[in-house]
């Protein structure tokens, strides 16, 4: 029975609306639930406990766009990185006088994730001219996963490890916000170059100067592959080379404005992420290819072996990143177009500088590149599936995403959070948030404190080195969040030992000097750091303004 054309129309609506909704929520569902205030504070899972927070601190401090004080390291400006997702969130909050943790843990995932879904939708509808197509890239993009459940399952019968293989996976593309608004415009920028293979209006050419030079600023990494994408799209319509040249001149300036330093972050360190996921318990670990390298390494004339090692540790590293996304090259083969062309080339770029390079400060930092190699290669893959009808293949694919998902669910659903601010100390940084400005010391992140912690939620100054105390004071401190730090290159290990050494109470001249060459205004304890030496409080001239059963916050007396 042939269905009339209007219920044709009515079931593929049905259809597409079931599925965004499943889409969105495997997309909101690692943030939705984080940020939110209860009767024992706020509650944080996932990564937003470090993240999440550093970018609400950023977020609360931006008063000047183009010249952003840094507000985990007093005294000094924002450099070697890429703001502006969190000037745009800033200002959205300012004008909506909503709160930037409402937009920045719910409402802004909502939006983009619904934006990114129904885009991907139309990039794949565009591309295979089916709407099967639209489908299945909107699932790809949604849910699409390593093959690190496998490894888990049979090592411990488990359906995690989306990390396994180092790289972050579509199901956790609203954990990093600037990378989620870096993709969305990716997407609409591919979708915008498919409708218009040869001439663009004077509207999309608007919208693709914007985004352009808009994304090394929100995600430098995502302006590889797009600025790739767009130098390919002109050499075929040579009409737009000058423009993408002077696009291109003004988005490396506005990028240097705010990374002067950016290339001294990359270290020349080559198959360090390989090397890790072979050798490191919290990776793939495979110890006697480990021994065999190291064996191989330490002297006598085995390039041969070396290199056969080197070469299966990178085909075990892409095979499990890559997962069902290493069936893209068949679409490549059958389909050279100037878009296939750019999107693997690009892959295989943004794959290449973290076989090649880490970041100084945080290593792993690099391996942000292969996110978008991952993102691209979605495409590619849906329109192998979808224009060679492997609808056997789709099936099984789209079941093996199932386990991954599932597996992920305890750690987003589950309770308690990983990590909050008690309420007690809530209470803390509200009242600190409502004396006039000033700078706020704070105790140096402990690392070997988390283990004297039996139960979760983990307080926050426990849980990581994170910017906790600025991001809910609204006040700068002195030193906070030790790893955005190193990957911004600020001398941050001279600020801790001088923070540990006045701590220790040793010489109280050098002490008050300390908080007076610092402008110190505020000190901030918490736990067992409110014992630190009472004695040599009124020495030091300070005033105690807030006490209670968690949290001590101190005046420091001018």
């Not at 005294?75 to 943790?101: A, M, Q, R, V, W």
């Not at 901030?524 to 004695?535: A, P, S, T």
Request: aromatic letters at 16%; a positive charge.
């Amino acid at each position: 029975m042939v269905l009339p054309s209007n219920k044709k129309i009515a079931i593929k609506k049905i259809i597409f609306s079931i599925l965004f909704l499943i889409c969105l929520f495997i997309q909101v569902l690692p943030v939705l639930r984080s940020g939110l205030k209860s009767d024992n504070g706020i509650s944080f899972w996932g990564p937003n406990g470090h993240d999440g927070i550093w970018h609400l601190s950023l977020i609360n401090h931006i008063d000047n766009p183009l010249s952003i004080k840094m507000p985990i390291y007093s005294g000094e400006y924002l450099k070697n990185y890429h703001p502006f997702f969190d000037i745009i969130i800033s200002t959205l909050s300012k004008l909506t006088h909503i709160s930037s943790p409402f937009w920045l843990f719910q409402l802004f995932p909502l939006i983009s994730a619904s934006l990114f879904i129904y885009l991907s939708f139309r990039v794949g509808y565009a591309l295979t001219n089916k709407f099967e197509g639209g489908l299945l890239l909107m699932i790809l993009n949604s849910a699409n996963n390593s093959f690190g459940w496998l490894v888990s399952y049979f090592r411990s019968g488990s359906f995690d490890g989306e990390s396994l293989f180092w790289a972050m996976q579509s199901p956790s593309n609203q954990l990093n916000p600037p990378f989620a608004l870096s993709i969305l415009l990716l997407t609409y920028l591919i979708l915008i170059l498919i409708k218009h293979p040869v001439v663009l209006t004077k509207f999309h050419q608007i919208v693709v100067i914007f985004i352009l030079i808009l994304l090394p600023v929100i995600k430098i990494y995502s302006a590889l592959g797009a600025y790739f994408l767009f130098l390919i799209y002109c050499l075929k319509n040579r009409r737009y080379f000058i423009k993408f040249s002077i696009v291109f001149l003004l988005a490396t300036l506005l990028f240097f404005k705010f990374n002067p330093q950016s290339s001294s972050l990359l270290v020349f360190k080559p198959f360090w992420f390989i090397n890790s996921l072979i050798e490191s318990p919290e990776r793939l670990f495979i110890p006697k290819l480990a021994s065999l390298r190291y064996g191989f390494e330490s002297g006598g004339n085995h390039a041969f072996f070396l290199f056969f090692i080197y070469l299966l540790g990178l085909l075990i590293f892409v095979a499990g990143n890559f997962a069902w996304r290493i069936l893209a090259v068949l679409d490549w083969v059958k389909n050279k177009s100037w878009l296939n062309s750019a999107i693997f080339l690009s892959s295989f770029i943004l794959m290449l500088i973290p076989t090649l390079f880490i970041q100084g400060g945080t290593s792993w930092n690099t391996i942000q590149f292969l996110y978008y190699a991952l993102f691209l290669l979605n495409i590619p893959l849906t329109c192998f599936l979808i224009n060679n009808r492997k609808y056997w293949l789709i099936l099984i694919m789209l079941l093996s995403l199932l386990p991954p998902l599932v597996g992920s669910l305890p750690q987003f659903l589950g309770n308690p959070a990983p990590a909050n601010i008690p309420a007690s100390e809530l209470q803390a940084l509200s009242f600190l948030s409502s004396q006039p400005p000033g700078i706020v010391l704070t105790f140096p992140y402990d690392k070997f404190l988390r283990s004297k912690f039996l139960k979760t939620p983990l307080p926050l100054y426990v849980y990581e080195t994170t910017a906790y105390v600025s991001a809910y004071s609204k006040h700068i401190t002195y030193l906070e969040d030790e790893m955005n730090l190193a990957n911004s290159g600020y001398d941050w290990q001279s600020r801790r030992l001088n923070s540990l050494k006045f701590f220790k109470q040793q010489n109280i001249y050098q002490d008050r000097g300390f908080l007076v060459n610092n402008q110190i205004d505020y000190i901030y304890l918490v736990g067992n750091q409110r014992e630190f030496n009472k004695q040599n409080v009124d020495n030091l001239y300070l005033n105690k303004i807030f006490s209670n059963q968690e949290t001590l916050i101190y005046r420091v007396q001018r």
